[in-house]
């Protein structure tokens, strides 16, 4: 039976937030977009088919279509990761990424109940040291160039906690940046979220004794069980083939 997260529907100031949360996205893209046409990096018919697909995945959100990915199993690990994170720029790439670490840490630690919260839940207002804590490891994840978790990352390392921020990969550098002007830089590890999920993948195959597709299955089915007890978008639910 699925569990699902007892609401009475969404409020009116929620669905509002939400929208303007869509928005922002969409206004991100198209800013990428114009950036990407200035660089002479589309010509008519490709950028034909890029709003194409941006209005389809649209459609798709509205109607609460999972995100449906085909894995070829001649890629790699690190491109059906790539693949998945991409396709979940126009839906909510911080909810998927919050998710999936979650469901990649569960998988990896079986024994030990991950954490559960909402993707935009914050650290502060739920007195959490990160957003994933783990013993004397604090994971934080972050759609940005962590400059909301810097600050947490320090209070980590002051009580004694190992802080590892994992952030987008075209955001490394900027993390890595900030980390260095307060000053934690060498005490805290930035890492991809794209090569932090590919590498467990990989470390659990080996360790398990099986192909990368069942690990990426496994991840992805309690990605999705986490995703059904504390989310009411069920559109960003992942089916793969």
Same mark, same amino acid.
Request: charged share 25%; net charge neutral; hydrophobic share 40%.
């Given at each position: 039976?699925?569990?699902?997260?007892?609401?009475?529907?969404?409020?009116?100031?929620?669905?509002?937030?939400?929208?303007?949360?869509?928005l922002?996205?969409?206004?991100?893209?198209?800013?990428?977009?114009?950036?990407?046409?200035?660089?002479?990096r589309?010509?008519?018919?490709?950028?034909?088919?890029?709003?194409?697909?941006?209005?389809s995945?649209?459609?798709?959100?509205?109607?609460?279509?999972?995100?449906?990915?085909?894995?070829?199993?001649?890629?790699?690990?690190?491109?059906?990761?790539?693949s998945?994170?991409?396709a979940a720029v126009?839906? =909510?790439?911080? &909810?998927? /990424?919050?998710?999936?670490?979650g +469901?990649?840490?569960?998988? *990896?630690?079986?024994?030990? $109940?991950?954490?559960?919260?909402?993707?935009?839940?914050?650290?502060?207002?739920?007195?959490?040291?990160?957003?994933?804590?783990?013993?004397?490891? =604090?994971?934080? &994840?972050? /759609?940005?160039?962590?400059?909301? +978790?810097?600050?947490?990352? *320090?209070?980590?390392?002051? $009580?004694?906690?190992?802080?590892?921020?994992?952030v987008?990969?075209?955001?490394l550098?900027n993390?890595r940046?900030r980390?260095?002007?307060?000053?934690?830089?060498p005490?805290?590890?930035?890492?991809a979220i794209?090569?932090?999920?590919?590498?467990?993948?990989?470390?659990?195959?080996?360790?398990?004794?099986?192909?990368?597709?069942?690990?990426?299955?496994?991840?992805?089915?309690e990605?999705?069980?986490?995703?059904e007890?504390?989310?009411?978008?069920?559109?960003?639910?992942?089916?793969?083939s």
């Amino acid at each position: 039976m699925q569990r699902h997260r007892n609401v009475k529907g969404p409020t009116v100031e929620a669905a509002r937030s939400w929208t303007r949360y869509q928005l922002e996205i969409a206004r991100a893209r198209v800013e990428s977009l114009d950036q990407e046409i200035l660089e002479g990096r589309w010509n008519v018919q490709e950028l034909r088919d890029e709003l194409a697909r941006m209005i389809s995945d649209k459609e798709d959100w509205l109607a609460g279509t999972p995100l449906k990915l085909q894995c070829d199993r001649q890629q790699s690990p690190a491109t059906w990761v790539d693949s998945i994170l991409v396709a979940a720029v126009l839906r =909510s790439f911080g &909810v998927v /990424a919050w998710h999936l670490v979650g +469901a990649a840490l569960q998988q *990896r630690h079986p024994g030990i $109940a991950i954490p559960n919260n909402p993707g935009h839940a914050a650290d502060a207002q739920t007195g959490r040291s990160g957003d994933f804590p783990l013993k004397n490891i =604090s994971y934080h &994840v972050t /759609a940005t160039d962590g400059k909301e +978790a810097t600050e947490r990352c *320090r209070q980590n390392i002051e $009580a004694g906690v190992h802080p590892v921020l994992l952030v987008p990969r075209r955001y490394l550098e900027n993390a890595r940046a900030r980390a260095d002007v307060v000053g934690i830089l060498p005490r805290v590890s930035v890492l991809a979220i794209e090569d932090f999920v590919t590498k467990n993948i990989i470390e659990m195959s080996t360790n398990q004794q099986q192909d990368f597709f069942s690990t990426l299955k496994a991840i992805i089915d309690e990605y999705n069980r986490r995703l059904e007890q504390v989310e009411t978008d069920m559109s960003l639910k992942i089916e793969l083939s």
